[in-house]
């Protein structure tokens, strides 16, 4: 996200958008975002901040790969929109299933009491709450863990996805170097490729690369607007 397109288009609001009201949300994934793999630099986050401060905006900070912050391209000292936040306007979403296991489908919500006591309710009317097999068994690991387990686990699983992005950017260098282009993520397990001289990859991947049994994801498929 940039804060310089944002602003303007939040300043040009009633241009653009003349039957619609301005927003009141804002839904972002700041940290080794699905699937650009990009993460937000902490001088964006303040822009982005001040920004959400001058248009009243609630801030839903998605961050399933804040614990997947690969070593050691991390940027020092980056924080949360939730550590930001003097004014109440953001729910932060976490989850266990980037860290634990992917099935566990358990996360949690920090934020505004009055906020969260509104989503409790929600939940009550909706799914009534999550899996107790998943709560238990996450519990129970805490419980066992305690937070030096927790933070030596998480260091452990940082470590393997480096490796991982390592190995991927290894590779790519030996064989994709000239005809794609990327950026080595710094966080989370996605790598964006952008295929030079190709516009749209849906037909290649549709005739070639399901063919040589290579699976991809055409770009198109992240496209709002397709």
Request: hydrophobic residues 35%.
């Given at each position: 996200?940039?804060?310089?397109?944002?602003?303007?288009?939040?300043?040009?609001?009633?241009?653009?958008?003349?039957?619609?009201?301005?927003?009141?949300?804002?839904?972002?994934?700041?940290t080794?975002?699905?699937?650009?793999?990009?993460?937000?630099?902490?001088?964006?986050?303040?822009?982005?901040?001040?920004?959400?401060?001058?248009?009243?905006?609630?801030?839903?900070?998605?961050?399933?790969?804040?614990?997947?912050?690969?070593?050691?391209?991390?940027?020092?000292?980056?924080?949360?929109?939730?550590?930001?936040?003097?004014?109440?306007?953001?729910?932060?979403?976490?989850?266990f299933?980037?860290?634990?296991?992917?099935?566990i489908?358990?996360?949690?919500?920090t934020?505004?009491?009055?906020?969260?006591?509104?989503?409790?309710?929600?939940?009550?009317?909706?799914?009534?709450?999550?899996?107790?097999?998943?709560?238990?068994?996450?519990?129970?690991?805490?419980?066992y863990?305690?937070?030096?387990?927790?933070?030596?686990?998480?260091?452990?699983?940082?470590?393997?996805?480096?490796?991982?992005?390592?190995?991927?950017?290894?590779?790519?260098?030996?064989?994709?170097?000239?005809?794609?282009?990327?950026?080595?993520?710094?966080?989370?397990?996605?790598?964006?490729?952008?295929?030079?001289?190709?516009?749209?990859?849906?037909?290649?991947?549709?005739?070639?690369?399901?063919?040589?049994?290579?699976?991809?994801?055409?770009?198109?498929?992240?496209d709002?607007?397709?």
């Open positions: 996200m940039i804060p310089e397109a944002l602003s303007n288009t939040l300043k040009n609001w009633e241009k653009t958008h003349p039957n619609s009201r301005l927003p009141k949300v804002m839904y972002i994934v700041p080794g975002q699905n699937p650009s793999g990009s993460t937000m630099s902490q001088d964006r986050r303040k822009k982005v901040y001040s920004i959400a401060q001058e248009y009243n905006l609630l801030i839903l900070e998605d961050d399933p790969y804040w614990h997947l912050r690969l070593l050691p391209h991390q940027e020092k000292n980056l924080q949360s929109f939730y550590s930001l936040d003097v004014d109440g306007r953001v729910l932060r979403f976490d989850s299933s980037k860290v634990l296991s992917s099935g489908r358990l996360g949690w919500i934020g505004p009491k009055h906020l969260i006591e509104t989503l409790q309710l929600l939940q009550q009317a909706t799914c009534l709450h999550a899996s107790g097999l998943s709560q238990m068994v996450i519990y129970r690991t805490l419980e863990w305690g937070e030096d387990g927790l933070t030596s686990h998480i260091q452990k699983v940082q470590e393997f996805y480096t490796k991982q992005r390592d190995t991927c950017i290894t590779a790519c260098n030996n064989h994709l170097k000239g005809l794609v282009e990327w950026r080595i993520p710094t966080a989370g397990m996605f790598l964006w490729l952008k295929l030079l001289g190709i516009e749209d990859t849906e037909q290649l991947i549709k005739e070639k690369a399901v063919t040589e049994k290579v699976l991809f994801l055409s770009g198109k498929a992240f709002p607007h397709s």
